[in-house]
C-alpha cells in the first residue's frame, strides 16, 4: 500500500500563480479543508533565484514537481493548479499521467496588491511573469495526450471573471473523460483566495479528493 494511503487522507500537491506565493494562495484553503487533506504548498520555480534563468523552461517546473514530490514520499497525488500554476498542472497531467491521482484547475484570480512597498519577494515577480509567459508560448505541449488521463478534474471559475475562462473550460471538457466544472458566483480576478474557498467549494473538493482516493483503491484490488 502506498505512504499516502496509509495517511488515510488525499495527498494534494498546490501550484501558485504568477504573483501571490503558494503559502499566501493556498492558506485559506489549508485552514478550511483542516484535516480531511494533507496539503504541499509548493511555490514556482521561476522564482526561486532573483531573476529567472534565461533558459527558464516549463519542463523545469514539472521536473521541479518530480522532486518535490519524491521528497514528501508521494508516489501518486492530487495536483491544484492555480492560474498559471494550471498550464503547469495540466503539462505535468498529460506527460506525467500516472502520478496525478486528480486535479484541481481554478481560472485566475488575482488578489489586489498589499499597500506599501513591495517585499523582496515581490520584486521579483515582474521579471518572473514575463518569463513565464515566454515559457507558456515557447512550451510544445500536445492536447491529445489529456485525452487517456485516467483521473477527474475539476475546474472552477468566477462568473465576474473574463468570457475567456468559460471557453477554456469548453475545451478542458473535450479532452478529459471525466471533467468537472463548477461557476462560482461573485468571483472575479481582484477576488483574495478567502473569498474563493467558500464552504460550497471546499465541499467539492473534498468530494472530488476523496472520490479519487477510493476509485485509485479499488483499481489496485483488481
Known amino acids: ?64 514537481i518530480d522532486r518535490f514530490a519524491e521528497s514528501k514520499d508521494l508516489g501518486r497525488f492530487h495536483l491544484v493548479g492555480y492560474s498559471g500554476g494550471g498550464f503547469i498542472s495540466l503539462a505535468s497531467a498529460g506527460t506525467r499521467p500516472t502520478f496525478v491521482r486528480e486535479q484541481v484547475r481554478p481560472g485566475a484570480v488575482l488578489a489586489p496588491p498589499p499597500s506599501g512597498p513591495p517585499s523582496p519577494e515581490m520584486q521579483k515577480r515582474p521579471a518572473g511573469i514575463a518569463a513565464l509567459i515566454k515559457a507558456f508560448d515557447a512550451y510544445r505541449f500536445d492536447r491529445d495526450q489529456l485525452l487517456a488521463a485516467p483521473f477527474p478534474v475539476f475546474y472552477g471559475y468566477g462568473d465576474l471573471s473574463h468570457e475567456e475562462q468559460a471557453l477554456k473550460a469548453g475545451v478542458l471538457a473535450r479532452l478529459f473523460m471525466d471533467f468537472r466544472v463548477n461557476r462560482y458566483a461573485g468571483v472575479h480576478h481582484f477576488v483574495p483566495p478567502e473569498q474563493i474557498y467558500t464552504p460550497q467549494h471546499v465541499s467539492a473538493l473534498l468530494a472530488l479528493w476523496h472520490g479519487a482516493e477510493r476509485s485509485a483503491a479499488q483499481a489496485s484490488l483488481q
Open 1 to 64: 500500500m502506498s505512504n499516502e494511503l496509509m495517511k488515510g487522507r488525499p495527498q494534494v500537491i498546490c501550484l501558485p500563480g504568477s504573483v501571490a506565493p503558494a503559502a499566501q494562495r493556498y492558506g485559506p484553503l489549508i485552514n478550511a479543508v483542516g484535516n480531511d487533506a494533507e496539503l504541499h504548498t509548493k511555490d514556482l520555480e521561476v522564482y526561486r533565484e532573483a531573476t529567472p534563468a534565461p533558459d527558464y523552461s516549463i519542463e523545469e517546473e514539472l521536473t521541479a
